[in-house]
């Protein structure tokens, strides 16, 4: 295999590579002490040649390869790309275009939810890889051999699940599921986090309009300040210290210490009196100026018998379509679903509606019901008669 350290090569190579229909690519990074991922190796192949790319040769312009990745006329197939698009949107500004993910057609394909490489390597080709190098120090030099075949192949047996999935993705007509998939990669939003939507990410549950409004400032000035110093989110402050922030909202030193997820001396800092002035804003804004919460759901629980029964239509659904239930919905969305019919969920979306959510919706509203056979489970239309009648 080529270990490709000089622009030239570099550019001899992305013109041969070009050539071809598609190529495959991935990427090692480490990640653990920064914000942004930091990129130590590129591997890429096409049909006869597979090479890797160097990119922390000082002075190594990697140009050429980025301009393959813009080629609308070649594909580029990623096996969970999220992360490797991520590097390349922050190198260049943009989302190469024209991208396939492997584990995307696989979800859809019956390969299950988030299927690994390996084990898809396995399920297709039979291979075994050795997975041994997959934690090793990208950011050493030199790499040794045994990473470098690690890092070689997972862009080589990713050419032939590319083409087995593609032949998967046509028996069964699936593609435009695929597509639907594809599209939330192909959008930059993917993979750039704006501060003013950081608090979406922070999975607590908050109950009064300015401890939201709290969280959202606090979660905005955590996402910036972790992009500019470039270090994790969790190292400028964790998410359960932004909760108790927002919550309690400490205008003095004296009240940080009061606070369990504060270390002691905090109050004293540069950077709790920068919180302190972004709390005192918080309390300084007009009550008709606050979030408004959303509306807590009075009705029965979702959890209660139309939960039920929409989760059995779930399972028989994944079971018929050979997909995940996970991957069709989530439990969150089904929740969703039966508390609004205009849930912004997946499960309303897309090739999920066509699969499940407008039956989920025809269960919620009686318009069919679920009969259990030796076959399994068989829906079956209730006429609306027979519906009024059942509910005087």
Known sequence: ???????????????????????????????????????????????????????????????????????????????????????????????????????????????????????????????ELDKSSRFTDWSARPLSKKQRLYAIADVTHLRDIYRELRKQVAAT??????????????????????????????????NRPRDLAALKRLAAWREQRAQDSDQPRSRVLKDDVLFELAVQRPLTAAAFEQLRAIPRGFGCSSTAAEITALLKDVEAIPKSELPVMPERYRSPSPKGAVGDLVRVLLKSTAEQSGVAARIIATSDEIDALVLDDNAEVPALKGWRRKLFGDKALA???????????????????????????AAE
């Open 1 to 127: 295999m080529d270990l490709i350290v000089s622009t030239d090569v570099l550019a001899d190579f992305c013109e041969r590579a070009a050539k071809f229909e598609f190529v495959t690519v991935d990427t090692e990074f480490l990640r653990k002490t920064t914000y942004w991922p930091k990129l130590c190796l590129v591997q890429v192949a096409t049909d006869d040649e597979a090479v890797l790319i160097d990119p922390l040769i000082a002075g190594f312009d990697l140009s050429p390869f980025y301009d393959l990745l813009a080629n609308p006329g070649v594909t580029k197939v990623f096996h969970a790309a999220r992360q490797d698009i991520e590097i390349f949107v922050k190198a260049t500004g943009s989302v190469p275009t024209n991208i396939f993910d492997t584990q995307v057609a696989a979800s859809v394909c019956g390969f299950g939810d988030s299927v690994s490489y390996d084990n898809l390597v396995h399920s297709i080709t039979s291979v």
């Open 173 to 206: 007509r699936r593609g435009d599921w695929v597509e639907d998939e594809m599209s939330v990669l192909r959008s930059i939003d993917t993979y750039v986090t704006q501060p003013e939507q950081a608090w979406e990410r922070i999975k607590m549950k908050i």
């Open 363 to 389: 269960i919620k509203h009686g318009r069919i019901g679920l009969v259990a056979t030796r076959k399994g489970i068989i829906e079956f239309e209730i006429k609306p008669e027979d519906a009024a009648a």
